[in-house]
């Protein structure tokens, strides 16, 4: 069941603004100008893989992750999105919704580990953030 005091992990928090939250998942912003990314965290405690969500959360995610796909290319029109779930660092199942250009400083490569994370200057970020929080309002 959804906790009703959910944190994400710490580690998650530290690097993100939290967006909102879906049905089932905390949407989180990648605070790294580098690359437009989102984060969706199911919002149930002691789960890591995909495999561990009953079906009808495991329905409800993948339809999120539909979903902020869909916010993703209205919001930064990328060239590509990769979607992953990785947790080799962060345990807690948390999905990825990265949008790539091939002009990105890791363009083919991967974007977990390139790198030094640059923050958004405030006033970007918050206006990231508001017209991210819209598209997924109004989807």
Partial sequence: MTAPDFVPDP???????????????????MDDARFPWLILVPRR??????????EADAQALWQEIRLATGVMRDLAKPDKINVAAL????AQLHVHVVGRFRSDPAWPGPVWG??????????????????????????
């Fill in 87 to 90: 947790g080799n660092v962060v």
């Fill in 45 to 54: 405690e002691g789960v890591s893989e995909l495999t561990d969500l009953d």
């Fill in 11 to 29: 580690r998650l928090s530290a690097d993100t603004v939290h967006l909102g939250d879906l049905a089932l998942s905390r949407v989180l912003l």
């Fill in 114 to 139: 390139f790198g030094t994370r640059t923050p958004y200057p405030l006033h970007a970020r918050a206006q990231l953030a508001e017209r991210a929080g819209a598209l997924f309002a109004a989807a």
